[in-house]
């Protein structure tokens, strides 16, 4: 149920997509739907969490670890973020394009954007480690790494050629080490 | 009119807005809309038109220009496709956005996707040249390329830090030279 009604938000927009859309495409009736969940709502906070609850788990693993420099656990999390993107295309689709018009998408911008600061910060200590070059602002370099990665939720397709890992090592490889032939 | 028309269709969504809420933005009746444009179709074609005209320009010259290797090409088009971006952002943001529900979208998806295919035609020319890196596939840098490019409509702000040249230098740096200080 949950993933029909994010394949729906997504297709229509959530704000413009009801209970009975939802009950019609499962073929069962509105009650049956409230017997699960309480409201439009809720569902909507399910799916959001679903993929805020993955990314929150790759961001605080490359954030808690110390054993490793930071443009080490950068370049894990951005190869880890891809994956969770592409494991989790619409419940991240549907978190992109949050606009705020809800005390649960107010909630999930929140979260996102405590996500967006970890990898802000994350991004100045790989350049105050001296592993970055010094001629991008931090702040951009966070901006085109992670704009780069969201993409992927335009045109990714999971029947496509390219497997999540191999997406993956192309992200990483293409951000840090450049697509020139050296 | 144009302008708050493109604002209005970005905030709403197209399907949602009507011309009743543009003259209501305007302050003006519908009848003073309808003396300029036939339909809210029309607004919709001239400002995807305005996007579409300017970087089929862009495309345009790097395709045409057979007096520099592709990769120089390229690299001018990712450069000069930010500067559109940045200084036509609401029409491309509304170009991005469109899902083909008339005859108008499936008319700009057509043209976008000429677009595409000139710039995956350019990478694939660059990689043949030799100048990038072979272990990643043409059209996986294509996509990731153009989605580095594009993911800047959900967050470059005109009043930011960043001039239109400082974020187009940015892109194509990190994009073929890559992140890592050398």
């Known amino acids: 149920m949950l993933r029909t009604a994010v394949t729906l938000f997504n297709r229509k927009g959530y704000d413009a997509t009801s209970i009975g859309d939802l009950a019609a495409e499962l073929g069962v009736t509105k009650s049956a739907i409230y017997h699960h969940v309480a409201s439009k709502e809720e569902l909507l906070r399910l799916a959001l969490d679903d993929a805020l609850d993955e990314l929150t788990q790759v961001v605080s693993a490359a954030v808690g670890d110390d ?9 894990e999390v951005v190869r880890r973020s891809v994956e969770v993107l592409v494991a989790h295309q619409p419940a991240v689709t ?20 405590w996500l967006d600061d970890q990898l802000a910060d994350l991004v100045r200590a790989a350049a105050a480690e001296g592993a970055l070059r010094a001629d991008i602002a931090p702040d951009l370099v966070s901006r085109l790494l992670f704009g780069m990665v969201n993409s992927l939720i335009e045109w990714y397709r999971p029947q496509g050629t390219h497997a999540p890992a191999t997406l993956a090592e192309a992200v990483t490889t293409m951000a840090f080490d450049g697509l020139l032939r050296r």
Do not use: F, I, M
């Open 67 to 75: 054993g490793t420099s930071a443009h080490d656990r950068l370049r």
């Open 94 to 113: 549907l978190l992109l394009r949050v606009r705020g018009n809800t005390p649960v998408e107010v909630e999930a911008l929140k979260r996102r954007r």
